[in-house]
């Protein structure tokens, strides 16, 4: 049976919210609102004055290449390391839930690169992608393409994506392996007896 807490001051449960309220006030809807504000305010260099501009600054944003340019390079990327970490968490999710034997081991080291530093996994990619000395600069440049992400910018966004990715697919693992292990075992062979094969 599950017990319920009844407060019987109706002040006492806001005096509780109050402390967490304060927080969120204070380093998220203060700084949002501020920032929203300051969008429609053209500032002098030295910051002393403020003139009310409206929309302008939008327009003169929206109008700049280079903005218009980082846009399509952001929503790349973002693509990229969702449908790369997606496929592959998906993959290795079913992989490691046929696992009878080790299974466990097998989870810890999926889950590893999860634990790794962000800035400890870029130097990690930079030196193994290095056009220089990379051990897999080495293996491309072996089948013929020539490997160099310091110059080529296409290049320089696939190994971005690709280390991106590699840190978000232990991430997307654990949830992936969690929704298959809470399905019934009954549907599982329900859909065996259908004819579904490994794919469906």
Do not use: C
């Amino acid at each position: 049976m599950i017990k319920r807490v009844i407060f019987r001051d109706r002040v006492l449960p806001y005096l509780l919210l109050l402390p967490q309220l304060f927080v969120i006030f204070i380093f998220f809807y203060g700084p949002a609102t501020q920032a929203v504000l300051n969008s429609f305010l053209l500032t002098n260099p030295f910051g002393l004055k403020t003139q009310f501009v409206w929309m302008e600054n939008f327009t003169r944003l929206i109008t700049t290449p280079e903005y218009l340019n980082s846009f399509i390079t952001t929503a790349i990327f973002s693509l990229g390391v969702m449908l790369v970490s997606l496929a592959v968490g998906l993959l290795f999710a079913t992989a490691a839930n046929r696992v009878k034997h080790f299974s466990g081991t097998y989870k810890s080291f999926l889950i590893f690169p999860y634990a790794v530093a962000p800035v400890l996994s870029g130097v990690l990619w930079l030196f193994i992608f290095h056009p220089t000395f990379g051990v897999a600069s080495f293996l491309i440049r072996g089948v013929g393409i020539s490997w160099n992400p310091m110059l080529d910018g296409n290049q320089a966004m696939i190994l971005v994506v690709l280390a991106a990715s590699w840190k978000q697919i232990s991430y997307n693992f654990v949830f992936f392996l969690a929704g298959l292990q809470a399905i019934p075992l009954g549907v599982l062979e329900a859909a065996s007896v259908d004819g579904a094969n490994a794919l469906r």
